[in-house]
């Protein structure tokens, strides 16, 4: 059974960082593509960054000079370091994981950011 969770979300002052740990079933991390998405309240769900079983790695424009995406070698755990945060950046973070074309979703981890 292919599992995707996420952790580490919480609440932090503007300008503060965090990092969202994403642990998922290995044959993602082989031969699929894993993700994070983010939906703010009244907003759609909207990508934040990618990293391919090749390695690649994207992160959208938006937040590219304050996020990235990297993965533990040892573990099958992804991560997204958040710094600089803002408030508009509140939303819950999800992580994706895409194997042969399928989908599938962690519960999401919310991501708070206020003074």
């Known amino acids: 059974q292919v599992q995707v969770e996420e952790s580490g979300g919480g609440l932090v002052q503007p300008g503060g960082s965090l990092t969202l740990s994403c642990a998922a079933s290995?044959?993602?991390?082989?031969?699929?593509?894993i993700g994070w998405y983010r939906q703010a309240p009244g907003k759609e769900r909207e990508l934040v960054a990618t990293?391919?079983?090749?390695?690649?790695?994207n992160v959208r424009g938006p937040v590219k000079d304050r996020f990235t995406i990297s993965r533990d070698n040892g573990k099958n755990i992804l991560y997204l370091r958040m710094n600089s945060l803002k408030p508009e950046d509140t939303a819950i973070y999800y992580c994706?994981?895409?194997?042969?074309?399928?989908?599938?979703w962690g519960q999401g981890t919310q991501v708070t950011v206020s003074s």
């Open positions: 990293l391919t079983s090749g390695g690649n790695t």
């Open positions: 290995e044959i993602i991390f082989r031969i699929g593509v």
């Open positions: 994706k994981g895409t194997l042969n074309g399928v989908a599938y």
